[in-house]
């Protein structure tokens, strides 16, 4: 009776979820592919056309669907960490570190979701799933910026956290402990950069430099909330 009052939103989310488990199995032999989404439509038994709505794209909104469920569950861990305590460095290696732990149970999936994304036809939703991890850990990390920061700060951290995953894949050290050294690492190279950034701004260059750019920053503004990559 229950499953009578349920939206046809909360079908295809149900049907999302069921066939992104699903596919796990089949990703690592056939990556993100119509064979991974049909064998998972197969093992789920979930309606062929409930399928094509809950993943209009294909194997592009299957993967997506992976890495979105991945960053969902980051921020779920993170409102639940006492971040307070951490100095700012080391609540973004923090929540780097968290997505990483998170994702080890399904390295492989990932390794074929960058092989995937690294094809020209689907390159722009690769950048669209970094931007989306970016944006959700500075949102977690309680980010109040609304002009050319919102932007420069998830452009830096997309950066950082794409090489910190190509690293990690190669990481065969317990507990992924060397991978936990770079990502501290290329935090604190933001850090130094950060630093570099705020002395040129002091000096008397910089401070003409931002006189004559402020009008200019002054009207790049940041997106409304949940606008900007469109993830479901």
């Not at 990556?31 to 294909?58: C, E, H, M, Y």
């Not at 960053?71 to 997505?99: C, F, G, K, P």
């Not at 932007?151 to 190509?166: E, P």
């Not at 065969?172 to 060397?178: C, L, P, T």
Request: contains cysteine.
């Amino acid at each position: 009776m229950a499953d009578l009052v349920k939206s046809e939103a909360d079908h295809i989310e149900a049907a999302r979820k069921a066939l992104v488990d699903a596919a796990l199995v089949h990703v690592v032999f056939d990556g993100w592919s119509d064979a991974t989404l049909n064998a998972a439509i197969q093992d789920t038994g979930v309606d062929p056309g409930l399928a094509k709505q809950a993943f209009p794209r294909g194997p592009v909104d299957l993967a997506l669907a992976f890495h979105f469920d991945g960053d969902a569950q980051m921020v779920q861990a993170l409102n639940l960490t006492n971040l307070e305590e951490m100095r700012y460095s080391a609540r973004v290696a923090h929540a780097i570190s968290t997505r990483l732990h998170i994702a080890a149970p399904h390295k492989e999936a990932v390794r074929r979701g960058l092989t995937f994304f690294a094809l020209p036809t689907h390159a722009a939703d690769g950048a669209r799933a970094v931007w989306h991890t970016a944006d959700a850990i500075w949102n977690a990390l309680g980010d109040t910026s609304l002009d050319v920061n919102w932007y420069t700060k998830r452009m830096t951290l997309g950066a950082v956290y794409s090489a910190c995953v190509l690293y990690w894949l190669g990481d065969e050290s317990d507990g992924h402990a060397d991978t936990e050294a770079f990502i501290k690492r290329r935090i604190e190279d933001v850090m130094q950069i950060e630093k570099a950034k705020a002395g040129f701004r002091k000096s008397g260059f910089g401070k003409v430099f931002t006189r004559t750019t402020s009008g200019l920053f002054d009207l790049i503004r940041a997106p409304q909330q949940g606008g900007f990559d469109g993830a479901k």
